[in-house]
């Protein structure tokens, strides 16, 4: 059975579930993966991975972005034997625009698609969203839509990409599996694993299985009839876990192999470690629909600055480069390894200055947000009808 969390673990410092990230101080990454029971993921996956994909392994795995998994070895091995595999990952549309921390898992999902060469269905959880952020059924299918075109912009392959809403998709086999994975899990279970309270409404409660049963292949039989053994991989941030933590518990007793999952840390909030970006607070966060004079304001504003209180000060000390987020971000998005380690060494030292190293961030963001938009302005609704249409992939494993 997948070990579950203690809901009212006494004295809770960090409360990591799908809905709430928040912690007393830094999240304890160690402490998340030993309550969840999932494992760390080391350089010989990085190494392993690429020797695989004969691609150099994406910045997010070589700087421990993806840091944790399940049974991620299970299918590199299935992948060797020339097995296949498909890829699964979703978005739960909450708000118009996405920001920079929304946008780490479909960069590495692309990656993971083009690397391996393998199908991906990314779910729109708008009925998720309906329920949670008290949107109307019409706001968050809207909303949905939305989201698609920036998913698109990320650059999947419509040959091999579905993308599908809730609201629009469930039904048929898909909701076929959700019932047998909902006759499977008790109530205290659920309770359990999500925390949920008397004071939640059904909907909360019966929603899981809408979220698990993507990792089946036979939830899509207009891909994958006949495939009822293949594998799925999910990349996710790692407060998805609980969902999934669930599926891979009754995956067996359902005849399906558990999902695997590759798991993020979060993009931490502009103000500091304790939590992520958050769609509500806007000075939090980095959005792909900011002006360069914002993303500048934000960067040189809001960033919490690991440096010290006075020059000299900073000159003799150096920055504190756990706590600082410019240096966390150019971690997350700078490409040159070289580069980034040159800014660790001096600005760690104290040699350069926190207003240099913003000034270097600033620059990364901007082309990235820039590149962004550009190609989130290129995407029309005629391209997410395409994406969204439930049609055979024939070549998706081309």
Known sequence: MEKETKADEEEQTQVINPWEVSAKGKIDYDKLIDQ???????????????????RIPHIFLR???????????????????????YLYTGRGPSSEAL?????????FTKYLQEAFKVPLVIQLTDDEKCMWK?????????????????????????SRTFIFSDFDYVGGAFYENMVKVAKCVTYNKVVGIFGFTGEDHIGKISFPPVQAVPSFPSSFPHLFSGKDKLRCLIPCAIDQDPYFRMTRD???RLGYSKPALIESLFFPALQGQTGKMSASDANSAIYVTDSQKAIK???????????????????????????????????????????????????????????????????????IVERHRAARAAVTDEMVDAFMAVRPLPNMFA
């Not at 999932?38 to 010989?44: A, F, I, T």
């Not at 421990?64 to 299918?75: C, K, M, T």
């Not at 909303?143 to 920036?150: I, M, T």
């Open 63 to 85: 700087r421990n972005v993806f840091f944790a998994h399940r049974d991620l070895n299970e299918i590199l091995d299935a992948y060797e034997r020339g097995e296949k595999f």
């Open 297 to 367: 304001e934000k960067v040189n504003r809001y960033a919490f600055s690991g440096g010290q209180d006075s020059i000299e000060n900073h000159r003799k000390y150096g920055a504190n480069l756990e706590v600082d987020i410019p240096f966390k971000y150019l971690s997350f998005f700078l490409e040159d390894d070289e580069e980034l380690e040159h800014i660790r060494k001096e600005y760690g030292s104290g040699r350069m200055l926190t207003g240099e190293v913003k000034k270097r961030l600033i620059e990364v963001l901007t082309e």
């Open 36 to 54: 969840f029971g999932c494992q760390r993921l080391d350089q010989s996956f990085v190494d392993r991975v690429h020797r695989l994909t004969n």
């Open 250 to 252: 009754v995956a067996p």
């Open 134 to 158: 008290n949107l109307t059924v019409e706001e968050s299918k809207r909303l949905a839509r939305e989201n698609a075109k920036d998913i698109i912009a990320c650059g999947f392959d419509v």
């Open 99 to 107: 920001h920079l921390g929304h946008l780490v898992p479909f960069m």
